[in-house]
C-alpha cells in the first residue's frame, strides 16, 4: 500500500534531522584533532540535512514563496554542497597520503598551517568557484516544489554539465589516486608509521582506518553516480540549444511554484526528488556508523553521560566500580556513614590547616567549642586534621567521635605498629590512610 504523501513528507523531514543530528555529534573531537576534512564532511552535509528539514517544515503542504531570500542562500548552498563532499573526501584522502608518506615524525608549525590552508581552499574554494559559476547557467531565480522546497533551477544546456554537473569526476579521480598511493605506501613503510602513529595523540590506527574506509566509499559512489546522473539528464530532457545569456536568462527573477500533484506526476521527477533528498541522509548516517559508534565516542558518551547525571543528582557507578556514588551526603552500597575522627585542639586559627578534599561532615566550629582542654596537646601546637583510625594506641586514645557522628559506633581498630611521633606538626597528608584519604569527597 503506497504511504500517504503528507507522511512521506514527514518522514523524509524526521530522517532529515535525525541526519543533522547524527553527523554532528562527532564534531567536537574532530575539531579536537584538526581533522580538516571531517570537519568540511561535517558541515556540508549536515548542513544540507538541516536544511531540508526546515525546508519540509515550510513547504510541508503549500508551494508558496514566502521567504525568497531564504530560498537563494539555500539553492546556492545546495550547489556548493554536492561540490562540498567530493573535495572533503579529496581532503581526507590527501591528509591520509601525507601521513602515509611522511618523512619525519614531527612537522614544524609553518607546515601544519600550510597543510591547514590548503586542505580549506580545496575544500571550502571550489566550491566557493562553483557557487559563482553558477550564474553563468542558471535558468531563473529557483523552483517552489510542494513537499520538498524550493531548490535551484538551470536548464540542460553544456553549460551546466562543463561548469558544474561533470566536477564530481574529475575531484573523484584525483581522490581515488590519492587513495591507491596511501595503500601502497602504508604496506611499503609500515614500521615508520607505527612510530608516527606512537607519537601522534589526536590519530590511532583505528580512526586512521575508518578515515581511509570513508574516504574509499566516497569515490566508489562518487564517479558511478555522477555518470549516472549524466544519462539520466540526457535520457530525459534534451540539450537544451544555448542561445546566448540573454535568451538563457529571459524573465530570470520569476519563481515557478509546482504542487505535489503536478510534479509528482513525472516518474522521473519522483526519482531525482527522492535521490535528492536520501542521498545527504545517507552520507549523515554512514560518517556516523564510521565515527560515531568508535570506541573513542564511547567514551565521551559515558562522560557526557556522567556529568549530566551529576549535575541533576543521578546516582552513578564511580571509576573504581566498588560502589555507587551521588550528589548527596550518604555514600556507598548502603546508607551508613563512615565513622570520622577528630584531634583534640584548642587552636581557632587551625581550620586553616585542613585540607581541601577532607570531609565536609565535619563541622569546625562544634569542635573548638566542645572539645575540652587536654595537657598532652599544649606543646604540640600542630593543625586540626582528621587523624588515622589506626594510628598508634595513645594517638587512639585522645580520639574521640566527631560531633556530627555521635550515632555512629567507635570501631574498635587493631593495635597498629607503633608510629613515630604521631601529632607532630609537621605531618604530612600521606598519614591519613587511603581508605579515608581517597574517599573523603568522592563518598559526600
Known amino acids: 500500500m503506497a504511504v500517504p504523501w503528507l507522511v512521506q513528507v514527514d518522514i523524509n523531514a524526521a530522517f532529515s534531522l535525525l541526519g543533522f543530528i547524527l553527523i554532528s555529534v562527532p564534531l567536537y573531537w574532530h575539531l579536537e584533532a584538526w581533522n580538516v576534512g571531517c570537519v568540511l564532511y561535517i558541515f556540508w552535509m549536515g548542513g544540507e540535512c538541516l536544511i531540508q528539514f526546515i525546508n519540509m517544515?515550510?513547504?510541508?503542504?503549500?508551494?508558496?514563496?514566502?521567504?525568497?531570500?531564504?530560498c537563494d542562500i539555500t539553492t546556492r548552498f545546495n550547489i556548493a554542497s554536492g561540490l562540498g563532499v567530493c573535495c572533503a573526501s579529496l581532503?581526507?584522502?590527501?591528509?591520509?597520503?601525507?601521513?602515509?608518506?611522511?618523512?619525519?615524525?614531527?612537522?614544524?608549525?609553518?607546515?601544519?598551517?600550510?597543510?591547514?590552508l590548503t586542505d580549506l581552499l580545496i575544500g571550502l574554494g571550489v566550491p566557493v568557484v562553483g557557487v559563482a559559476l553558477y550564474w553563468f547557467y542558471q535558468g531563473h531565480r529557483f523552483?517552489?516544489?510542494?513537499?520538498?522546497?524550493?531548490?535551484?533551477?538551470?536548464?540542460?544546456?553544456?553549460?551546466?554539465?562543463?561548469?558544474?554537473?561533470?566536477?564530481?569526476?574529475?575531484?573523484?579521480?584525483?581522490?581515488?589516486?590519492?587513495?591507491?598511493l596511501t595503500l601502497r605506501a602504508f604496506f611499503h613503510r609500515r614500521r615508520q608509521f607505527n612510530e608516527l602513529m606512537a607519537s601522534n595523540n589526536n590519530l590511532t590506527f583505528n580512526r586512521y582506518f575508518r578515515l581511509m574506509g570513508l574516504?574509499?566509499?566516497?569515490?566508489?559512489?562518487?564517479?558511478?553516480?555522477?555518470?549516472y546522473n549524466i544519462i539520466e539528464n540526457?535520457?530525459?530532457?534534451?540539450?537544451?540549444?544555448?542561445?546566448g545569456l540573454a535568451d538563457l536568462h529571459y524573465r530570470f527573477s520569476r519563481v515557478n511554484s509546482m504542487s505535489a500533484i503536478a510534479w509528482r506526476a513525472s516518474p522521473e521527477l519522483i526519482k531525482v526528488m527522492n535521490f535528492r533528498v536520501w542521498a545527504p541522509i545517507g552520507c549523515a548516517i554512514l560518517f556516523f556508523c564510521f565515527f560515531g559508534l568508535a570506541e573513542e565516542a564511547r567514551k565521551h558518551y559515558k562522560l557526557a553521560l556522567s556529568s549530566v547525571a551529576k549535575?541533576?543528582?543521578?546516582?552513578?557507578?564511580?571509576?573504581?566500580?566498588?560502589?555507587?556514588?551521588?550528589?548527596?551526603?550518604?555514600?556507598?552500597?548502603?546508607?551508613?556513614?563512615?565513622?570520622?575522627?577528630?584531634?583534640?585542639?584548642?587552636?581557632?586559627?587551625?581550620?586553616?590547616?585542613?585540607s581541601d578534599r577532607l570531609s565536609t561532615n565535619i563541622s569546625i566550629s562544634d569542635i573548638e567549642e566542645k572539645t575540652p582542654y587536654s595537657p598532652s596537646d599544649s606543646t604540640a601546637g600542630s593543625s586540626t586534621f582528621i587523624s588515622s583510625p589506626v594510628d598508634s594506641e595513645k594517638g587512639k586514645a585522645d580520639l574521640v567521635p566527631s560531633p556530627v557522628a555521635t550515632n555512629v559506633p567507635i570501631i574498635d581498630f587493631p593495635k597498629p605498629p607503633r608510629v613515630h611521633n604521631p601529632h607532630s606538626?609537621?605531618?604530612?597528608?600521606?598519614?591519613?590512610?587511603?581508605?579515608?584519604r581517597h574517599h573523603s569527597l568522592d563518598m559526600v
Request: charged letters at 20%; one cysteine or more.
Open 57 to 70: 517544515m515550510i513547504w510541508r503542504d503549500n508551494a508558496i514563496n514566502v521567504a525568497p531570500v531564504w
Open 234 to 243: 540526457l535520457r530525459v530532457a534534451p540539450i537544451y540549444e544555448y542561445r
Open 425 to 436: 606538626p609537621m605531618r604530612q597528608e600521606a598519614d591519613v590512610p587511603s581508605s579515608i
Open 143 to 180: 523552483d517552489i516544489l510542494e513537499g520538498i522546497g524550493c531548490i535551484e533551477e538551470y536548464p540542460n544546456t553544456f553549460l551546466a554539465y562543463l561548469l558544474y554537473v561533470c566536477w564530481p569526476i574529475p575531484i573523484g579521480l584525483v581522490s581515488a589516486t590519492y587513495c591507491t
Open 311 to 354: 549535575r541533576v543528582g543521578i546516582t552513578t557507578m564511580d571509576r573504581s566500580g566498588t560502589g555507587f556514588s551521588s550528589t548527596g551526603s550518604k555514600s556507598g552500597f548502603g546508607r551508613a556513614t563512615i565513622p570520622t575522627f577528630v584531634q583534640r585542639n584548642t587552636r581557632r586559627d587551625s581550620m586553616d590547616s585542613f
Open 215 to 227: 574516504a574509499a566509499i566516497e569515490v566508489l559512489f562518487t564517479i558511478p553516480l555522477t555518470i
Open 91 to 116: 581532503v581526507i584522502n590527501r591528509r591520509l597520503y601525507h601521513i602515509a608518506n611522511v618523512s619525519a615524525v614531527s612537522m614544524s608549525r609553518a607546515d601544519k598551517r600550510r597543510n591547514l
